[in-house]
């Protein structure tokens, strides 16, 4: 119930955020897409928590959650065939921008050398095998294709206005979709209520700018998912 609970708060707080935003844009604002984009959100959660416990185990039991993962996974690609979102228009398709690498390459070296680094500093210690197999897989191959492809573009249709900043377009859609990918992460309730780690927070929703610039700059979700199971991956392997 909990879980519950701390998915209502977050999909409130988008609802909420969104309709705020909407009314300062109303010429640039789709409510049907923000509707979609929450919708997007629970249909999310409810695979990765195996519908909060009601859906059967279909895996073998282990130690991290690869059902939940696959079952989200294959939602996500699911509706990113459908007519209204497309493969390529959210991001999943290995085929690059012409020219985008030259300017992504460095930024996700920096990106690998900071998470090295920080790894170096604060190592994990010894990990299963399925530790390491889960980090280098599912975190990226399930978040992505989400949070920088389906969702993303339903945030990008919900608010159409844009910026032009580091040769890509910035909406509204880039900021809310950070923010819920942070949320996941950081946000819950509790016996003391709802709370919110403002670390995990921060060490969460700030670099998926990183992807979202990357995803935008490439039309691809592929950098994204490579860099982002690196970083969730390279302090077990140093």
Request: charge should be positive.
């Amino acid at each position: 119930m909990n879980a519950v609970i701390g998915m209502t708060g977050v999909v409130g707080l988008l609802l909420l955020a969104g309709f705020a935003l909407g009314l300062t844009q109303r010429r640039h604002f789709s409510p049907r897409w923000l509707l979609i984009a929450a919708t997007l959100v629970l249909v999310n959660d409810f695979l990765l928590t195996r519908g909060y416990g009601l859906l059967p185990h279909l895996l073998p039991p282990s130690e991290w959650n690869w059902q939940g993962k696959l079952l989200a996974l294959a939602a996500t690609l699911c509706i990113a065939a459908l007519p209204g979102f497309g493969w390529r228009r959210s991001g999943l398709t290995v085929t690059q921008t012409p020219g985008s690498l030259k300017s992504c390459v460095p930024v996700a070296l920096l990106y690998c050398a900071f998470f090295a680094v920080i790894a170096w500093i604060y190592p994990s210690g010894p990990a299963s095998h399925e530790t390491v197999a889960f980090q280098l897989t599912m975190p990226g191959f399930e978040e992505e294709p989400f949070y920088r492809g389906i969702l993303l573009l339903a945030l990008d249709q919900a608010f159409r206005g844009r910026v032009r900043f580091l040769s890509v377009d910035w909406g509204w859609g880039a900021v809310l979709s950070c923010a819920l990918f942070g949320l996941a992460h950081a946000f819950g309730y509790g016996a003391h209520g709802f709370s919110c780690g403002p670390m995990t927070m921060a060490l969460t929703a700030l670099p998926s700018f990183i992807a979202v610039w990357l995803r935008l700059r490439t039309g691809s979700v592929l950098l994204p998912i490579v860099l982002h199971n690196f970083g969730n991956s390279i302090s077990l392997l140093i």
